[in-house]
Nanobody, 121 residues
Framework: QVQLVESGGGLVQAGGSLRLSCVAS????????MGWYRQTPGKQREVVAMISSGGSINYAESVEGRFTISRDNAKNTVYLQMDSLKPEDTAVYYC???????????????WGQGTQVTVSS
């Protein structure tokens, strides 16, 4: 079973920056996709950024040019650098990791516990 631990959320003023981290732990697994979603009350969870095992990256249009996703495969960690933050970026951010376990061989899609990001105007 793969477990995710997120860190890095908090309160920041508009225009500021935050960096989120998410570490995946467990035994005998390979990671394919890693990414970040966010959710605000009353709304569906939306994808923010994803990075594949080969390094392909996709961003939501609303964060393109302001957020940067990266991963450290040796540390099973994904990061989200958030710059030029806006009040509308306020949300709970969730880490998402997909891949497959080796013993037994089966796919997984894991979620972090969520971390609050609040951007004040």
């Amino acid at each position: 079973q793969v477990q995710l631990v997120e860190s890095g959320g908090g309160l920041v003023q508009a225009g500021g920056s935050l960096r989120l981290s998410c570490v995946a732990s467990g035994s005998s697994f390979n990671i394919a996709k890693m990414g970040w979603y966010r959710q605000t009350p009353g709304k569906q969870r939306e994808v923010v950024a994803m990075i594949s095992s080969g390094g392909s990256i996709n961003y939501a249009e609303s964060v393109e040019g302001r957020f940067t996703i990266s991963r450290d495969n040796a540390k099973n960690t994904v990061y989200l650098q958030m710059d030029s933050l806006k009040p509308e970026d306020t949300a709970v951010y969730y880490c998402n990791v997909g891949g497959f376990g080796l013993t037994p061989f089966r796919s997984f899609n894991a979620w972090g516990q969520g971390t609050q990001v609040t951007v004040s105007s």
